[in-house]
């Protein structure tokens, strides 16, 4: 068979364009970071002295009637007295060493202090690690944490004195204290529950006890207790042993409507 010029000329760039090894993207080279301030921990954590409860005003920023974030209203408190609440700690470190708290002050990672969202600015309380039973007494100077379950932000050099650095989070017992005259409280380590609800009428618990059987969340019961001479429903789910679990609980509750579950003791 005959070829023509133009076929054969057609073929032979076909045959070279089949030689030619695949093109190869150039890979671009690695975006160069500026890498933070290195910050060392404190060679012993365990020697920081705990913050000293004294009076103080109130601070002039960080206090408002109430603020908001993501969408969700916070209603700062007038006084710390009587505050007592336990739940889920975490703690902030290096990334925001140096930054501005939300009462004007520096936050100071090895300085022992914590962030919490509607106790007045500053506030003194002392946190109960209820897996160990590790105490420290901090100052409450900034807001947070904004993450979901999350009761109280400490700072570094608190969250090592009470073990849980590695961790990350861990269940507390927080307590407000008014002055260097409040006595220690030692914390028991009793089993944890989780609370979706407390009622006057046994009614209204057992309609949501049947919510919660129906969906299948956890071992649910109701405790009865004694409110100023008046019967109190209490709605109650586990025990949960761990962060993990009580997350996991409340993620639960949520899908059926309970949205202000909390840590409470038998």
Not at 43 to 56: C, F, G, H, S
Not at 217 to 225: K, M, S, T
Request: proline share 9%; aromatic share 8%; glycine share 8%.
């Amino acid at each position: 068979m005959r070829w023509s010029k133009s076929a054969a000329w057609l073929l032979a760039l076909a045959l070279a364009a089949c030689s030619t090894p695949p093109h190869k993207p150039t890979t671009p080279p690695p975006t160069t970071r500026i890498p933070p301030p290195r910050v060392e921990p404190p060679p012993r954590t365990d020697t920081i002295p705990d913050a000293v409860p004294k009076a103080e005003p109130r601070s002039r920023k960080g206090n408002p009637p109430f603020y908001e974030v993501y969408g969700r209203r916070y209603h700062v408190m007038t006084t710390s007295d009587g505050y007592h609440e336990r739940g889920v700690a975490s703690w902030y470190g290096k990334q925001f060493h140096g930054g501005d708290t939300s009462n004007g002050e520096r936050y100071d990672m090895y300085a022992l202090s914590a962030a919490h969202k509607t106790l007045p600015l500053p506030s003194y309380v002392q946190v109960t690690n209820l897996s160990n039973g590790k105490s420290v007494v901090v100052r409450v100077n900034d807001r947070g944490p904004f993450v979901s379950n999350r009761l109280i932000d400490l700072s570094y050099s608190a969250a090592a004195k009470l073990d849980m650095v590695r961790e990350g989070t861990t269940l507390v017992d927080v307590r407000a204290l008014r002055g260097v005259d409040d006595p220690p409280v030692t914390a028991g380590t009793d089993e944890l529950f989780v609370q979706a609800g407390a009622f006057a009428e046994e009614a209204n618990a057992q309609r949501l006890l049947a919510r919660l059987r129906a969906a299948g969340i956890g071992v649910a019961f109701i405790r009865r207790d004694d409110n100023s001479g008046r019967p109190l429903y209490r709605v109650r789910v586990g025990p949960v042993p761990s962060v993990a679990e009580f997350d996991r609980v409340v993620a639960e509750l949520r899908g059926v409507g309970v949205h202000n579950a909390r840590l409470a003791t038998e």
